[in-house]
């Protein structure tokens, strides 16, 4: 389903908005899972965004500028004997988004119970 | 980054799950550039971990399991969206704009073209004697036409390596089908010039 570029789709907003609250918390950047975890006690669920889901949705956003991500360093991994993690932050442009989303949708309308569906 | 890598133990059949996972992205991500393909595992490897690190502490290895089955099958539709995006973007760098053929390529591409050009000047100028029955039958019509064919894909090699690669050996085929005698001469270069650009496309869809 084409739409237009700028917009956002619930997923993507629930994101933002997970990133958002996160860094108010003092996590400035989170790993994909954090993400997902925090995606499900926001939308108040009992399953975890899937992975094909929760990991196109950050790379579009990735690639749409509102985020941006890096990967751990490997001594890090390495330090704590698990996988690399990638880590995602939210930008400006991100910021911008989710602000104009939060404009043009009705009010009372939940963002967050959209997106957990997924 | 480079292959799955075994996970930290969480039990057994969040274990499976965990390799059913692992499985299904070995598999969507299959032809795909290394990076692409690295980078998707690496993400989806880290996932487990930290999953299987949370599970740890409020479930048993069966609630993994299960989290982990249902995540993999609710993905699927996504995972095999981003696998057709990937595979038309892979597709777009390696035969599009992005394509281009080296020096030495383009050097052997010009001597074929030169040497189908003479070949075909010589059929055409076959075609028009009044006694082509020295060497009769469909073959001074079928050598022209396919050198011609063959000299096209050439001049199409030079914007659309694959295609231009396809006609000109297809054409190449035909003529020395025509011309048995010169097989020798028309059909090394062609297969050549294929086999270099097989293993430069390779490259780039690797380092792509």
Known sequence: ?118 | MTTSRPLAPAGRPADLAAAAVQAWVGLYTRRLPRAVAAERRALIDSDLWDEAQVAGLIGGSGTLARQRVSRLVRGLPDDLTWRLDQGRATRRATQGGTMRISRVEAVLLASIGVIYGAFLIVSLFWLTQPDPDRWGGWGPFGLSTSLAVGVAGLVLAFRWPIIGFTLAVAGTLVAAAAMPWAWFILLPLPLAALYRLGRSRSRQAVAA
């Open chain 1, 1 to 118: 389903m084409r739409r237009k570029p700028g917009t956002l789709v619930p997923l993507e907003t629930a994101i933002l908005d997970a990133l958002v609250e996160l860094r108010r918390h003092g996590v400035p950047e989170a790993h994909g899972f954090l993400i997902a975890s925090e995606l499900r006690e926001l939308g108040d669920e009992r399953r975890l965004t899937a992975y094909g889901t929760l990991y196109k949705a950050l790379e579009r956003l990735d690639d749409s500028g509102a985020l941006m991500s890096r990967w751990e360093e490997p001594d890090i991994a390495a330090l704590e004997r698990r996988p690399r993690r990638r880590y995602y932050r939210i930008t400006l442009v991100g910021e911008a988004s989710l602000t104009a989303d939060r404009e043009s949708r009705p009010l009372g309308v939940p963002v967050r119970r959209e997106a957990a569906a997924t």
